[in-house]
């Protein structure tokens, strides 16, 4: 599976930005995709993930700003991210589970105050 990512960028604190990511390959195989991110120093983290039955989970640090929405037909996932604060700079990762992980490349989300 090959994931491509795009979105992101900078944005002031109370902003908005969307992340998009697009699956290719054997996506026949794919059983969830999401998001994880990873700051300096941190350790990588899961934001959202969608399972094949449907069923989404959300980071606690992002519920009620984030909304994740997936376009099975186009094997799409976005992540609209409002109310943004500084804590949530990271390098953010697409995310799809075959018979392991599969990352995207990661894209630079930069939140001032």
């Known amino acids: 599976v090959q994931l491509q990512a795009s979105g992101g960028g900078s944005v002031r604190a109370g902003g908005s930005l969307r992340l998009s990511c697009a699956a290719s390959?054997?996506?026949?195989?794919?059983?969830?995709m999401g998001w994880y991110r990873q700051a300096p120093a941190k350790d990588r983290e899961l934001v959202a993930v969608?399972?094949?039955?449907?069923?989404?989970t959300y980071a606690d640090s992002v519920k009620g700003r984030f909304t994740l929405t997936g376009d099975t037909a186009k094997n799409t996932v976005d992540l609209q991210m409002n109310n943004l604060k500084p804590e949530d700079t990271a390098v953010y990762y697409c995310?799809?589970?075959?018979?392991?992980?599969?990352w995207g490349q990661g894209t630079l989300v930069t939140v001032s105050s």
């Open positions: 969608v399972r094949t039955h449907g069923d989404t």
């Open positions: 390959g054997s996506i026949g195989s794919i059983h969830g």
């Open positions: 995310w799809a589970y075959t018979f392991g992980n599969n």
